[in-house]
């Protein structure tokens, strides 16, 4: 095809308006001699060519990338596994694992815990402490709307912490909120009132707030079974985009999108989707065949399948404790000291760790777990020949136990005899199962007779421990970072919904878990633990045994992500609004 007659003109003019501006001379002579080389030299010197041509681009590019930096940019979608359906998305309802994921990304609070352990503003403008700790004043920041659009105001604040107290919802979170008064000022406005100083206070307003505007039109006992509880909406850093259900209407995975109005600025990461699995065998199978980038909540020994290149395994102490806990009023064997004591020592928690946690935890002997730091009881341990089983089958029988025919300890009293027979209550997660297992392994060296009873989470929930139906209960409580343990072991949160488990009852005890709340400096704090300590180990309401580590696979590919202290899984997410996928190059003073 010929170039038409203009674009040939056009080239021609160009070229003689070039030849005006520089040597031309210089370039035909160059091409002449190009053209008089054999065809051997003409390769050398292209290849000459090529190779300072390459060398130049090398080398701009070496130098751009040493006078530029890299930044962080939006784009990007990461896909998270778990195991379980969520039920309740809502902050004052979440019970599991699934539950609290979703509703850290889905809901914000006043405050907010960072990865270093430390709280700071976010809803909240600011707060003002007055009164020595009795008044609270939070200013809500102007700007900070939910997913529908809406002001978050004082309303929304007060309508929350009503809730959270409300006996007829019987929230988790209600024991937190007991003694504690809030009052709208004005629109942006509120202030907490309390009855005595409660030191941990700050944590609290880290509690996800609910739009009224919402959820004000349903009657408390309506809450529980609304749809907001799977479709919500919050202010967090991501809104619900899409649901995925099965033919039965049980969620399969939420597609969650950035807020571009959240109030700490637009998350990098546009998307993420959690996908919902039954077991922790398909969740595995699920990440090593990339159909999900991180999961959580696998077993130690379950790292080792892990599989493929670009894998990080991390890991944080969690403040959690796992143990036993007796149920006197429903097993009197358990009124004998002894037979708590012999339990007690006749128990390797070392094989536990090992053997379940594969190494991923720390064997515990108090209410507090390890990770938390602050001064503790100075540890005096006796030297003893015994094994663990030695020493207790020595302190039943020193105290009138002796095996019968069955071989099962018992102890003839006056009153009434006495059979160290007993159940165990657990989840039936793989872990619990097998930690129940040995238990009843090495406590039947000891001549107990235990009956192992595995239930669903949410079964174990509210047809155990709601209603205290165990002889004793495997299960774990979380600790908070300010080692407020009011909720779990005063003499008031025996009954559901408190979460005294062990329906511990002391006076002493009561006391210094009241001090603890109200005492403002640490070092007293520390004080007062060490106190409470020690009645739980006169005491031995329950057999601690381990606090376990947190184990989070995940992909080299996600940048920014960091762990640091969580108290549950679902503060992985922390600092979710700082995670990244793409990046741009810029010159460093775009960066100021």
């Known amino acids: 095809m010929e170039l038409p007659c203009t674009l040939i003109q056009s080239v021609n003019d160009l070229r003689n308006k070039l030849k005006k501006r520089i040597n031309i001379k210089f370039l035909d ?35 751009s990338r040493a006078l530029t930096v890299e930044i962080p940019r939006e784009g990007g979608k990461i896909t998270e596994g778990v195991i379980g359906s969520p039920r309740f998305i809502n902050p004052l309802l979440a019970i599991s694992d699934t539950d609290r994921d979703l509703t850290s990304l889905v809901y914000s609070g006043l405050m907010k815990a960072t990865a270093e352990g430390a709280l700071v503003n976010n809803l909240a403008e600011s707060v003002e402490i007055l009164d020595g700790g009795l008044r609270y004043i939070f200013i809500i920041k102007e700007d900070a709307v939910f997913h529908d659009g809406e002001s978050v105001d004082a309303d929304d604040i007060v309508f929350t912490v009503e809730m959270a107290k409300n006996d007829l919802l019987k929230s988790p979170r209600r024991a937190s909120w007991e003694g504690i008064d809030v009052e709208k000022i004005d629109n942006k406005t509120v202030m907490f009132s309390l009855n005595e100083p409660y030191s941990p206070f700050l944590e609290n307003a880290t509690i996800g707030i609910l739009p009224f505007h919402i959820w004000g039109e349903l009657k408390v006992e309506e809450i529980t079974f609304s749809d907001f509880n799977i479709e919500p909406i919050g202010s967090g850093p991501y809104e619900v985009k899409d649901i995925k259900k099965n033919s039965s209407g ?28 039954d077991s922790e065998g398909e969740l595995i199978r699920a990440f090593n065949k990339r159909n999900v980038n991180n999961i959580h909540s696998i077993s130690p020994e379950s790292t080792a399948s892990l ?27 358990f009124t004998n000291i002894e037979a708590r004591a012999a339990l007690n020592a006749g128990i390797n928690k070392e094989r536990i760790i090992s053997e379940v946690l594969n190494e991923f935890g720390t064997s515990v002997d108090e209410p507090l777990p390890p990770g938390i730091s602050i001064r503790r009881k100075v540890k005096i ?3 003893s020949n015994l094994n663990p089983t030695e020493e207790a089958i020595n302190i039943l029988e020193r105290n009138g136990w002796a095996r019968g025919s069955d071989n099962i300890m018992i102890k003839k009293t006056k009153k009434e005899d006495y059979r160290l027979s007993f159940s165990i209550s657990t989840s039936n ?135 640091g202290i969580v108290t549950t899984p679902a503060e992985r997410f922390l600092h979710v609004d700082e995670w990244y996928l793409k990046t741009d190059r810029v010159w460093p003073f775009f960066t100021n």
């Open 29 to 63: 002579r160059l091409q002449a001699s190009i053209q008089n080389l054999n065809f051997k030299d003409k390769v050398t010197f292209y290849a000459f060519a090529a190779l300072l041509i390459l060398s130049t681009f090398l080398l701009l590019m070496g130098a």
């Open 381 to 383: 341990t006796e030297d």
């Open 250 to 277: 049980i969620p399969e995975s939420y597609k969650l999108s950035a807020f571009g109005e959240h109030i700490l600025g637009e998350p990098f990461i546009q998307e993420i989707e959690l996908k919902f699995y």
């Open 429 to 563: 997660a793989p872990e619990l199962k097998s930690v129940a297992n040995i238990l009843k392994e090495e406590w039947e060296k000891i001549g107990a007779e235990i009956e192992l009873r595995f239930f669903e989470t949410g079964l174990l929930n509210q047809e155990v421990i709601r209603p205290r139906e165990y002889d004793s209960l495997l299960f774990g409580e979380i600790v908070g970072r300010d080692f407020d343990l009011f909720a779990f072991w005063h003499s008031s949160q025996r009954n559901d919904p408190g979460l005294n488990i062990a329906l511990y009852t002391n006076i002493t005890a009561d006391s210094l878990l009241e001090g603890i709340r109200t005492t403002s400096t640490r070092r007293e704090k520390e004080d007062l633990y060490i106190e409470f300590e020690r009645e739980i180990e006169n005491d031995i309401p329950a057999v601690f045994l381990y606090s376990p580590d947190f184990i989070y696979a995940t992909n080299k590919k996600i940048k920014g992500l960091s762990v």
């Open 307 to 333: 599989k493929g290149r670009g894998t990080t395994i991390i890991t944080s102490p969690l403040p959690r404790v796992f143990g036993l806990f007796f149920n006197q009023n429903q097993a009197t064997v």
